[in-house]
């Protein structure tokens, strides 16, 4: 056992994280992307407090509402982009 010991002294041993390849990083965002998604928070946010504060929905009811016109606005958005992307 000694002898084993000896001989790995020398090298060092490390196990290679491939975490970050196999899931290209999941702690963080790109830039690109993590811009639009803080967008998409601003937008959601922005539209709950008009909800709330100028049309008299209730909290719930605001929050769903905001909610529902952003997710709206993302499809559109990617619609928009996939037609841009076809071929004519």
């Known amino acids: 056992?000694?002898?084993?010991?000896?001989?790995?002294?020398g090298?060092?041993?490390?196990i290679?994280?491939?975490s970050g390849h196999l899931f290209r990083h999941p702690?963080?965002?790109?830039?690109?992307?993590a811009y639009r998604l803080a967008q998409h928070a601003d937008e959601v946010i922005g539209l709950f407090i008009e909800y709330r504060d100028?049309?008299?929905y209730s909290e719930d009811a605001a929050r769903y509402a905001a909610a529902v016109e952003v997710a709206e606005g993302i499809a559109?958005?990617?619609?928009?982009?996939?037609?841009g992307q076809q071929p004519a």
């Open 16 to 18: 290679p994280d491939r």
């Open 76 to 83: 559109a958005e990617a619609e928009l982009r996939q037609v």
């Open 1 to 9: 056992m000694a002898a084993s010991l000896g001989a790995a002294r």
């Open 11 to 14: 090298r060092r041993f490390s």
């Open 54 to 56: 100028q049309h008299g």
């Open 27 to 33: 702690g963080r965002l790109p830039r690109r992307r």
